[in-house]
């Protein structure tokens, strides 16, 4: 699956707050971000996919792309 670079753009902004909300206790805004990602026409299972990686607290060692690429999605 390919996304383009403004859809990761928007992907590195979602992955920021699902980090923040799950591991610094952050207020939540998914409707915004399912608003943004939506209208950026990202794929929900590549949105699911970074969702699930913000979970794992020891994803910031690795880049977004890097994760997102074991999950066969690339930057075009």
């Not at 996304?3 to 980090?19: E, N, P, S, V, W």
């Not at 994760?67 to 066969?72: I, Q």
Request: hydrophobic fraction near 35%; include cysteine; glycine fraction near 6%.
């Amino acid at each position: 699956m390919q996304i383009t670079r403004k859809q990761y753009d928007y992907l590195q902004g979602f992955y920021a707050h699902c980090y923040a909300v799950y591991h610094e206790k952050s207020d939540a805004d998914f409707g915004f971000w399912a608003s943004q990602l939506d209208e950026a026409n990202v794929p929900w299972c590549v949105q699911n996919s970074v969702a699930v990686t913000a979970e794992d607290k020891g994803s910031m060692s690795l880049y977004l792309s890097t994760h997102l690429a074991n999950r066969g999605v690339s930057i075009h």
